[in-house]
């Protein structure tokens, strides 16, 4: 059987182009409604433009703990000649708005309503004396006593005016914008309860092997026998997936093509992309390659280290139609598919930045790389900035837990000096 060769940068293009318009599809597809409160909705994305029925703020309050009065009360005011003002009826954030008199000072907490007829707030700390008397609670009468101010003050001055955050109909969120915590306190703000939000991507999630211990996914409960392993893939991609937003589904299969390819059929049904690793090597049990090869995947060797054998297509299925994206089974060679591949696209979709942050690291020690590949190692940055890079070994998959970055040595070359310039990646952040 040929194997189609392509590079790094092609085979990031030919799985684009299989998964855009699914991501399109998806994204057209009927919105979710979600309650605001509910844990679910941070990191979801609008499906519309959100517009605020009310005005933010909903009612001219004050910035400030002090006095609500009239400023033409104090334009005489200075500090050889201080104006006193009786106290007027106190407000405290929750209550009504109140009456002001013309001529009095009344009390008024930061975030309570502006009282009718003041149109200036001044600090306690800017009033002689600078703090408050005891204070009278709502329907008691004022408390006795007076306030003295030793300069005037502008209209308007620590007074939020209605609206002045978004008047009513004022676009909140345009459509495609992911909820983060300020985003949702802002919806949360403008009285809204629920929100229509994209939805998300359904990918099922199969792994193969008969290596692979417990009969559930991920199950560690029981001792390895001799000649098995515990499947580290399935809750390894699940989390990636799910960090990336998407919905996933799992699917546990043993290397015999028949059964992985009724598997597949009677699962795949509401999902919209199947996500396979391991079995699709050059060895000679590779269960994925022989099941879904007839069935419309194609198998290529990517010219990257680890990673090296892919596979995308659309299957045909008794249920209909939906592409595949194969990785490898190697657990670094899973994860690193999926930074290189996948992950970008589900984290545009779901309003992500889609790259990894990017930057500009010197080698810690010489570092050799096959010639013809595009070679991603694991490394950790040093004290003094530079990068020290772990064994290349795509079982290595401690190392990639302590990993800082991915360090890109590109083909072209087999020798990296000490402080040859890479690009990496970070990671695990």
């Known amino acids: 059987m040929s194997t189609i060769r392509r590079s790094l940068g092609e085979h990031q ?24 409160a509910a844990a679910g909705a941070l990191g979801r994305v609008t499906s519309h433009e959100i ?16 006095y609500a009065v009239c ?23 929750g209550d009504a708005p109140l009456q002001h008199q013309p001529g009095t000072a009344s009390p008024i907490m930061t975030g309570a309503p502006i009282p009718h007829g003041a149109d200036t707030v001044i600090p306690v700390e800017q009033s002689i004396p600078p703090r408050f008397p005891r204070l009278s ?5 004022p408390p006795n006593g007076t306030v003295c101010f030793a300069a ?37 703000a ?17 792994s193969t092997g008969d290596e692979l211990s417990g009969a559930r996914v991920g199950d560690a409960s029981k001792p390895l026998t001799a000649g098995l392993i515990h499947d580290a893939n399935t809750p390894m991609l699940a989390a990636a997936l799910r960090e990336a937003e998407a919905e996933v589904g799992t699917l546990r299969c043993q290397d015999e093509a028949e059964a992985l390819q009724r598997a597949i059929t009677v699962a795949a049904p509401g999902y919209d992309l199947v996500l396979t690793s391991g079995g699709i090597s050059a060895g000679a049990f590779e269960v994925v390659r022989e099941a879904l090869a007839p069935l419309g995947a194609e198998f290529v060797s990517v010219a990257m280290q680890p990673g090296g054998p892919q596979g995308l297509g659309t299957l045909t299925l008794a249920s209909g139609r939906i592409p595949v994206v194969c990785f490898p089974g190697n657990p670094v060679s899973a994860l690193i598919s999926a930074e290189c591949f996948l992950l970008p696209l ?10 990894r942050p990017r930057e500009e690291r010197r080698l810690a020690h010489d570092a050799q790389s096959p010639r013809d590949k595009h070679q991603l190692r694991r490394g950790r940055i040093e004290s003094d900035g530079r990068v020290r890079l772990s064994a290349p070994g795509s079982h290595l ?18 020798a990296f000096p000490e402080n040859t310039p890479l690009e990496v990646w970070r990671i695990n952040d």
Do not use: W
């Not at 293009?13 to 979600?34: K, M, N, Q, Y």
């Not at 006193?84 to 106190?90: C, N, Q, V, Y």
């Not at 190392?399 to 970055?405: F, G, I, R, S, T």
């Open 13 to 36: 293009e030919a799985v684009a182009s299989l998964l855009t318009p699914v991501l399109a599809a998806r994204g057209a597809a009927d919105p979710e409604l979600i309650a605001l």
């Open 51 to 66: 517009l605020t029925a009310i005005p933010l703020p909903p009612f001219d309050n004050s910035q400030m703990d002090g």
């Open 71 to 93: 400023a033409a009360d104090l334009a005489d005011a200075s500090s050889s000649r201080p104006v006193s003002l009786p106290l007027g009826f106190t407000t405290a954030a």
């Open 137 to 141: 609670r709502r329907g008691e009468s």
């Open 152 to 188: 005037p003050a502008p209209k308007g001055q620590f007074v939020r005016q209605c609206g002045e955050d978004a008047p009513a109909g004022t676009p909140i969120l345009p459509a495609g914008t992911r909820l983060t915590p300020a985003r949702i306190g802002a919806l949360a």
């Open 190 to 206: 403008a009285g809204i309860s629920e929100v229509a939000v994209q939805p998300r991507l359904r990918i099922l999630l199969c």
């Open 346 to 355: 589900l984290r545009a979709y779901a309003g992500a930045q889609a790259e």
């Open 397 to 414: 998959l401690s190392e990639l837990a302590a990993a800082d970055v991915l360090a890109h040595l590109p083909p072209g070359r087999d």
